[in-house]
């Protein structure tokens, strides 16, 4: 064990005495059975709110009083370190017995006091084996651990080299989106038609990113679009599907081609004040007309009840573009949001659609949305329809559009040019 009094300069945390980072990377060897805990005290985004609310003297205190619960805990049995302001770590030679993590999540019930605030900790555990590892790739493998705790809700969890290295893909991925943005060779649009389900003629065409990593290859925006909305480059990401899109339906118009183009908007872009206005220099750029445009956002639109969203859907639709619900039924939205939603459209997911045809709760469940969605004056689309048999039902139901691998997958523009070009003769039976 190191003792405080002998650390050398630079080694020892000024909040809480103990030491720090340095000193474990300078002390640690690798030994087999041996496990490192690293324990986490809250969520960063958590501290940095309690940063704001009370001040960063008081945050000291609650670090100070955490590493002196901790050392109450483990009473000197191991040295522990300050590794960072949120993060305690510790090695247990003969491996962590799940008893003491449990008294140690046991002892962080209880509020820590910042002056007279009671704080509660919201710790995570994380475990790795110190076998074979250098001080830096265990105490990575620590946080990561300690971050799947967080995760998953669990008190602890043990190092996990698949998840971690989802989470390092996540990352890298993160990372190169910024260039594979100012990139002309990596992002690109496909376009799947919807079909009018009266006429089986087609009605629009939705703009689907697809993003082609050189490393990678393609990657889903399954994967990529959600990273991206937890950071601001969603904001640049969506920029340049607008861009390409409004490019793309101006080049069909300019050809004479009339359909609507349907696009997906990240609800953190209604948040800008400003958007709408952004929308409408693309389509004066691009010689678009407003109505031809469709903007499908997803329920996260509705949680906040932000009136800059409100305000930004609302001049977004004063501009002639017709607003759609995304992925109806899946999230948040609920009856009340629906009857005054300033939407033109509602889409029931494909998640609800592809069971209409083997589960009877579905189907009514189903026609009784697009019922109700055309007395409040809505537009029905229904998302993933892959039969024959949901394409009739469908009809019968008088949903309005449908698309799904049924009619088409998404395409590319040149494709999807030529299914306009012939859609006097391009009906679903």
């Known amino acids: 064990m190191i003792s405080r009094a002998t650390l050398p300069a630079g080694r020892q945390d000024p909040i809480t005495g103990l030491p720090n980072r340095r000193a474990f990377t300078a002390a640690y060897q690798p030994l087999p059975g041996a496990q490192l805990v690293m324990l986490t005290l809250a969520d960063p985004k958590h501290f940095d709110r309690l940063l704001g609310a009370i001040g960063h003297e008081h945050a000291e205190t609650f670090i100070r009083d955490a590493a002196t619960r901790l050392r109450a805990v483990l009473a000197g049995s191991v040295e522990i370190y300050h590794i960072s302001p949120l993060n305690y770590a510790f090695v247990m030679p003969f491996g962590a017995p799940p008893d003491m993590l449990q008294t140690?999540?046991?002892?962080?019930?209880?509020?820590?006091?910042?002056?007279?605030?009671?704080?509660?900790?919201?710790?995570?555990?994380?475990?790795?084996?110190?076998?074979?590892?250098?001080?830096?790739?265990?105490?990575?493998?620590?946080?990561?651990?300690?971050?799947?705790?967080?995760?998953?809700?669990?008190?602890?969890?043990?190092?996990?080299?698949?998840?971690?290295?989802?989470?390092?893909?996540?990352?890298?991925?993160?990372?190169?989106?910024?260039?594979?943005?100012?990139?002309?060779?990596?992002?690109?649009?496909?376009?799947?038609?919807?079909?009018?389900?009266?006429?089986?003629?087609?009605?629009?065409?939705?703009?689907?990113?697809?993003?082609?990593?050189?490393?990678?290859?393609?990657?889903?925006?399954?994967?990529?679009?959600?990273?991206?909305?937890?950071?601001?480059?969603?904001?640049?990401?969506?920029?340049?599907?607008?861009?390409?899109?409004?490019?793309?339906?101006?080049?069909?118009?300019?050809?004479?081609?009339?359909?609507?183009?349907?696009?997906?908007?990240?609800?953190?872009?209604?948040?800008?004040?400003?958007?709408?206005?952004?929308?409408?220099?693309?389509?004066?750029?691009?010689?678009?007309?407003?109505?031809?445009?469709?903007?499908?956002?997803?329920?996260?639109?509705?949680?906040?009840?932000?009136p800059v969203v409100l305000d930004e859907l609302r001049a977004l639709r004063a501009t002639g573009m017709r607003i759609a619900l995304d992925d109806f039924g899946t999230g948040f939205a609920n009856f009340s949001y629906i009857t005054h939603l300033p939407a033109d459209i509602i889409k029931i997911d494909k998640s609800f659609i592809q069971r209409i045809c083997s589960d009877p709760r579905s189907a009514t469940v189903v026609r009784a949305l697009i019922e109700l969605a055309h007395k409040l004056d809505y537009s029905v689309v229904a998302e993933g329809i892959e039969s024959k048999r949901a394409y009739v039902m469908l009809r019968e139901w008088r949903c309005n559009e449908g698309q799904g691998y049924f009619m088409s997958p998404p395409v590319d523009p040149a494709a999807m040019a030529a299914r306009i070009s012939q859609r006097e003769t391009e009906t679903v039976p």
């Open 104 to 306: 140690l999540l046991d002892a962080f019930n209880q509020p820590l006091t910042c002056g007279v605030i009671p704080i509660s900790a919201d710790i995570a555990l994380g475990v790795a084996d110190c076998h074979d590892a250098d001080a830096a790739s265990v105490l990575r493998a620590g946080l990561c651990a300690a971050r799947d705790c967080r995760d998953s809700g669990r008190g602890w969890a043990r190092y996990n080299r698949k998840t971690d290295s989802a989470h390092q893909r996540s990352f890298m991925l993160l990372s190169d989106l910024c260039a594979a943005i100012r990139a002309d060779d990596q992002l690109h649009l496909h376009f799947q038609p919807k079909y009018d389900l009266g006429t089986g003629e087609t009605s629009s065409a939705e703009a689907l990113l697809r993003w082609r990593h050189p490393v990678f290859g393609n990657i889903s925006p399954a994967e990529f679009v959600p990273l991206a909305e937890t950071t601001a480059q969603i904001h640049q990401l969506t920029e340049w599907v607008l861009r390409h899109a409004i490019a793309q339906a101006g080049a069909w118009a300019a050809k004479g081609l009339r359909l609507n183009t349907a696009i997906n908007v990240s609800p953190r872009n209604l948040t800008r004040r400003g958007f709408s206005t952004q929308v409408g220099k693309l389509l004066s750029c691009y010689g678009v007309d407003p109505s031809r445009i469709e903007l499908e956002f997803t329920e996260g639109v509705l949680v906040s009840n932000d």
